[in-house]
T-cell receptor
C-alpha cells in the first residue's frame, strides 16, 4: 500500500543553522506533497506544499524540493530560530483524496 | 471562517464506556478525514469521506470503531466499548476536495484528547 518514510525522527540544530528533513515514498501516482508543522499541544498546520510538476518551491526561510524520479522530497529551513522548534510532518496525496503522513521529525533549535 | 470544529476537546472515560467524538467541517469542503495521533504510531488515517460517502475505512482499527457522516456539516466517530489503548488525540480534518492543487490542502480541527482509564 501507500507508504511515506521520514528521516530523521529527531533533529537538533543551533540557532541560525539550517535543518533538512527528508521523506521517501513508494506510490509513483502521488502528485501533491504538503508539509505540516505541529507545535506542542496544537493541531498540525500546513507550512508549504509542492506539486509534482515543480521541482522546488520557496517561501522565505522554508523551501521544499521534490525528486519525482527518485521518489523523495525534502524540507529545508534556513536561519533557524527557536520558534521553529516543533514536530514537522511530510505528507502526500495518494489516489483520490487520501492524504497520508510521515512519522514526523521533532526539531529542536537551541538558542 | 471558524475552521474545523471538534467536540469534546477533552474526555476522560472508563473502560467499556461508549465514546462519541463530533466534528463540523469547514463549510463548503467536500472531504472529511478522521486521524488518530499517538506517540507510538504517529498520525494514522482512520477513515475519510467524500461528499458524505465513506471512501476508505481501511485504517479503522477494529469493529469497536465506527464513523458516520449524515450530512455535509457533521460527522461522528464512535468507539464502543472503549479500551485504554484507544487513548489518543483524535483529529478531524477537512479539505475542499475539488481535485485542484489548492483543493488538496487538509485543515485540522484542534483535536479531541481522549483518555480511557
Amino acid at each position: 500500500g501507500e507508504n511515506v518514510e521520514q528521516h530523521p525522527s529527531t533533529l537538533s540544530v543551533q540557532e541560525g543553522d539550517s535543518a533538512v528533513i527528508k521523506c521517501t515514498y513508494s506510490d509513483s501516482a502521488s502528485n501533491y506533497f504538503p508539509w505540516y508543522k505541529q507545535e506542542l499541544g496544537k493541531r498540525p498546520q500546513l507550512i508549504i506544499d509542492i506539486r509534482s510538476n515543480v521541482g522546488e518551491k520557496k517561501d522565505q526561510r522554508i523551501a521544499v524540493t521534490l525528486n519525482k524520479t527518485a521518489k523523495h522530497f525534502s524540507l529545508h529551513i534556513t536561519e533557524t530560530q527557536p520558534e521553529d522548534s516543533a514536530v514537522y510532518f511530510c505528507a502526500l496525496l495518494t489516489g483520490g483524496f487520501k492524504t497520508i503522513f510521515g512519522a514526523g521529525t521533532r526539531l529542536f533549535v537551541k538558542a | 471562517d471558524a475552521g474545523v470544529i471538534q467536540s469534546p476537546r477533552h474526555e476522560v472515560t472508563e473502560m467499556g464506556q461508549e465514546v462519541t467524538l463530533r466534528c463540523k467541517p469547514i463549510s463548503g469542503h467536500n472531504s472529511l478525514f478522521w486521524y488518530r495521533q499517538t506517540m507510538m504510531r504517529g498520525l494514522e488515517l482512520l477513515i475519510y469521506f467524500n461528499n458524505n460517502v465513506p471512501i476508505d475505512d481501511s485504517g479503522m482499527p477494529e469493529d469497536r470503531f465506527s464513523a458516520k457522516m449524515p450530512n455535509a456539516s457533521f460527522s461522528t466517530l464512535k468507539i464502543q466499548p472503549s479500551e485504554p489503548r484507544d487513548s489518543a488525540v483524535y483529529f478531524c480534518a477537512s479539505s475542499p476536495g475539488t481535485g485542484t492543487f489548492s483543493g488538496n490542502t487538509i485543515y485540522f480541527g484542534e483535536g479531541s484528547w481522549l483518555t480511557v482509564v
